[in-house]
């Protein structure tokens, strides 16, 4: 009988001990998913932030101080991340590609009226490709 009562106190034993476990790796699994979520949610706000500066100028009318202005945002973000082409962003004027907004000064076309045509992104869902017209 003592041997009996030992063996079920040694299985209650072991039972509680694989519930506290069994409670113990849910508890880490969930502390994970939630640091994943945090960490898409984070990914998805720098997205949204990064997309935002250049969505801004996807517009049926934009006059030439506000293409210079985008353009200069273009020429500065392909610097800071020259070394990541996931964030190069290529920008077209009149089906030309532009690397600078000295050539609009120069034409004095900042008078003049456009409007963004296009707008691309690449698979990460970045801005990669913006294609600017001109009305006149």
């Not at 934009?62 to 020429?75: A, E």
């Given at each position: 009988?003592?041997?009996?009562?030992?063996?079920?106190?040694?299985a209650g034993g072991i039972l509680i001990a694989l519930i506290i476990i069994s409670m113990l790796i849910l508890m880490f699994s969930r502390i994970a998913n939630i640091k994943k979520n945090?960490?898409?949610?984070?990914?998805i706000e720098q997205l949204s932030a990064f997309n935002a500066q250049f969505e801004a100028y996807n517009k049926k009318l934009?006059?030439?101080?506000?293409?210079?202005?985008?353009?200069?945002?273009?020429?500065e973000n392909n610097k800071k991340y020259s070394s990541n082409e996931d964030y190069k962003i290529v920008i077209t004027l009149?089906?030309?590609?532009?690397?600078?907004?000295?050539?609009?000064?120069?034409?004095?076309?900042?008078?003049?009226?456009?409007?963004c045509n296009k707008m691309?992104?690449?698979e990460y869902g970045r801005v990669c490709k913006i294609e600017i017209v001109s009305y006149n």
């Open positions: 009988m003592e041997n009996a009562s030992k063996a079920l106190l040694i945090q960490e898409e949610q984070t990914k934009m006059y030439g101080v506000d293409v210079i202005t985008l353009i200069n945002k273009v020429v009149n089906g030309s590609e532009i690397t600078s907004s000295n050539s609009l000064i120069d034409n004095e076309q900042e008078k003049y009226l456009f409007k691309e992104y690449n």
